[in-house]
Every structure is written in structure tokens, then in C-alpha cells.
């Protein structure tokens, strides 16, 4: 927990920019997670062995973070087409080349976190930020919030979008980040 | 280490984070009262303790209570402080999922609020609906509340959690601090202390 905060004192460039998206991602790309405990998972995201990681530790060219609750009502519609989203990220991608989806589901536990999961069958990696840490380091975003970071040249992540609300129809918002990506280059 | 290290110093470790979320599913609805005096009342009821039966208007248009499952259901009693507030509005819809790990426990659940049954409904409807009853304590204002001992001076009723068994004995009370909504796996794991 201390090594999250110290993270979050040492790169927050601004308080001012708490909602800009361009700062969550920053933010986001430097938080620690627990890595997965099912070898699975693990293997999804290609961290190895460890027991915690950063999110440009993820093996993936595209990395789309949703922020959501299990509480959420908007957040429980979207699930199912997050799923269907999640189905079309796997069509797509290759081992090393991927897109990878994650969940971070703000003030859960992980009863409630493995509670949503099991609830709509959920089948990529879900996070819990029980003490609404990394909630709080985002700038308290509004349910469900999807963020997307891709990769630079020089291997770094940066923030292609953010959005507050649902994706709509997965396919469209895939194609959304397509072009994103294509229009960075 | 300038100003702005020790502005972020406190808005990172001294400012609590709100302890609660929004769903972009209530748009601009939500009133924040800001951070609230954790609790504000004493419990008038322990474990232990044979629950008082009472009835309250349901939105369903019946009165309902927690004497009508006397014998055949565990009850779970969900007081919320208020309607169309941050947390609170962040609690029942969790629930609206959750009926499988209450019907596994032989449990119904019963939300209670000091809210007109009016206001009630909009702000249930704003969640899309509730598959369990909610009550109001409206009138004469927070009596249930007041009986259990978690009204508040304001009015409003505290975040509390009181688990009835079939027997109508109080086997569980959980008051939370205002600003925290309780975790989901603490009711189960109680409900499963009496359901074994």
C-alpha cells in the first residue's frame, strides 16, 4: 500500500488535472496490481511468476482498463457487453501482440470482486481497490470508465482515450480504438 | 520539495477518499452531503435480543415486516441513511445481484429508509428496480430507526446492517461508519454463521 502511494506522490503531475484523462492514464500506467493467482491469468497479461506488476509490465501492444463496481447498476447492464468486448479482443490478438482487457472494481472487496465475476461470467482479469486507492488516484471517476493505453515507439504506454459510461455496441467501440491507434501514428 | 509536493502530500495521505463511487447511471442526480460524523446514535438492541415486530409501507403498497417470516426465512434488515446520497445510492444495487447468496441462506431482505415512499420509488426506479422490499420510515419520522436505536439527530438513520433469524431473534447488528458502505462478504459470511 505504501509503495502505491509513494508511486502516486512521486508522478502525479498535477492535482489540477484530476479528471483529465491524459493524467489518469499516466496515473493508472504506474499503479501496482496484485498479480493474478490463477496461471491462466497470469499468462493472459505475461507476468511471469511475480508477485505484483505495473501496467507496462503488461504483454500487450493495447492495454483497456475498465473502472467499475459491483455496486453500479450501469455497470451490471454493461457487463455482458463487455464480455462480447472482451470475445472480439481475443479474435483479434496474437500472444505477444495482444489486446488485453482488465477490471478494477473500486471500494470491492474481493468477495465483491470474485462476486461480479462468477455473477456474469467474467472471464479476463478483475482487480479489487478495496480502500478506493486507486480510485481516489484517478480522480474519483464516475462508473463504469473505460481507459485505453497503447504503446509508443519507444515502448512506452500513453493514454488513446477515456471515457465515462457504458461502450455501447463492443464492436463499434473497438473500431473506435482502431482508429485512435491508427491516427497516433 | 515545494508547495505543490506538500499540496499533493495532502491530498493523497491526510484527505480520506470519499469512500464511495458513483454510477454514471444516476447522471446528476446525487446530493453529497460531504463527510459525515461517522455515527450518531446508540443501539438500543444487542445480539441476542428478541426483535420488536413491526410493519412499515412497502413501495409494493402492502405493509411488510420482518414478523411475516417468522419461522421460515432469515431476515436481513438494510437501514440506508438517505435517498439520492452517494453511498447509499452505491449499496442496494449491489444487492439487486446478490438474491442467489441470500436465497442460499434462507434469507429475505428488507430495505428501510427514513424516505417518503414517493421519493423511494423514483430513486428505486433510478436503479432499475429492486427484486426486495423497501420500506419507508417516513411516519412517524425514523419510529423503526428510533426503536433499534441508530436514528440520528438529523433524521436519518445510520448505515446499519441487522441480521433476524427464523426464530425472530436479532443474531447479527452491524452499524458501519456513514460514509462507508458495509462489505458484502461480512452479511453472507453472518448469514452463514446461522444458516450452517
Redesign the interface.
Known amino acids: 500500500m505504501y509503495r502505491i502511494i509513494f508511486a502516486f506522490l512521486l508522478f502525479i503531475p498535477s492535482v489540477a488535472q484530476a479528471t483529465d484523462s491524459a493524467g489518469i492514464g499516466e496515473r493508472l500506467i504506474r499503479i501496482e496490481l496484485p498479480a493474478p493467482e490463477t496461471p491462466g491469468m497470469r499468462d493472459y497479461l505475461g507476468v511471469g511468476s511475480k508477485p505484483t506488476f505495473t501496467m507496462d509490465e503488461i504483454d500487450a501492444r493495447v492495454v483497456i482498463v475498465e473502472i467499475f463496481s459491483m455496486y453500479c447498476p450501469h455497470c451490471q447492464r454493461e457487463a455482458p457487453r463487455v464480455n462480447r468486448f472482451y470475445d472480439l479482443l481475443q479474435e483479434r490478438g496474437t500472444p505477444g501482440a495482444a489486446f488485453k482487457l482488465i477490471g478494477i472494481g473500486v471500494g470491492n472487496t474481493p468477495f465483491e470482486v470474485t462476486y461480479f465475476r462468477t455473477t456474469y461470467g467474467i472471464s479476463f482479469p478483475l482487480f479489487a481497490d478495496e480502500d478506493f486507492t486507486i480510485h481516489k488516484a484517478l480522480g474519483e471517476v464516475k462508473t463504469p470508465y473505460f481507459i485505453c493505453l497503447a504503446r509508443s515507439a519507444d515502448g512506452s504506454f500513453q493514454v488513446v482515450f477515456s471515457r465515462a459510461g457504458g461502450m455501447d455496441d463492443p464492436g463499434v467501440f473497438l473500431n473506435k480504438i482502431m482508429k485512435q491507434i491508427e491516427n497516433r501514428r | 520539495m515545494g508547495l ?2 506538500w ?3 495532502f ?3 491526510l484527505v480520506p ?9 444516476f447522471g446528476t442526480s446525487i446530493y453529497d452531503p460531504g463527510h459525515l460524523k461517522p455515527r450518531d446514535s446508540l443501539l438500543k438492541v444487542k445480539v441476542g435480543d428478541m426483535a420488536m415486530d413491526f410493519t412499515l409501507p412497502a413501495l409494493s403498497g402492502d405493509r411488510v415486516g420482518p414478523g411475516q417470516f417468522r419461522g421460515e426465512k432469515n431476515v436481513v434488515l438494510t437501514f440506508i441513511p438517505a435517498a439520492w446520497t452517494p453511498v447509499c445510492s ?2 442496494w ?2 444487492y ?3 438474491k442467489p ?1 441470500f436465497d442460499r441462506h434462507d434469507a429475505v431482505l428488507l430495505g428501510i429508509s427514513v424516505d417518503s415512499r414517493a421519493s423511494l420509488h423514483a430513486w428505486t426506479q433510478a ?2 428496480g429492486l427484486w426486495f422490499d423497501v420500506l419507508s420510515d417516513f411516519w412517524p419520522h425514523g419510529r423503526v430507526a428510533d426503536a433499534f436505536g441508530i436514528l440520528r439527530h438529523d433524521g436519518t438513520a445510520e448505515r446499519a446492517i441487522i441480521i433476524i433469524d427464523k426464530k425472530g431473534v436479532i443474531r447479527f447488528i452491524h452499524v458501519s461508519d456513514i460514509n462507508r ?1 458495509p ?3 461480512m452479511i ?1 459470511k453472518a448469514l452463514e454463521s446461522i444458516t450452517p
Open positions: 505543490r509536493f499540496i499533493l502530500l491530498m493523497m495521505v477518499a470519499s469512500g464511495h463511487c458513483r454510477s454514471t447511471a452505491d449499496q444495487p449491489g439487486n445481484i446478490a447468496l436503479m432499475g458502505r462489505d458484502l462478504g453472507i
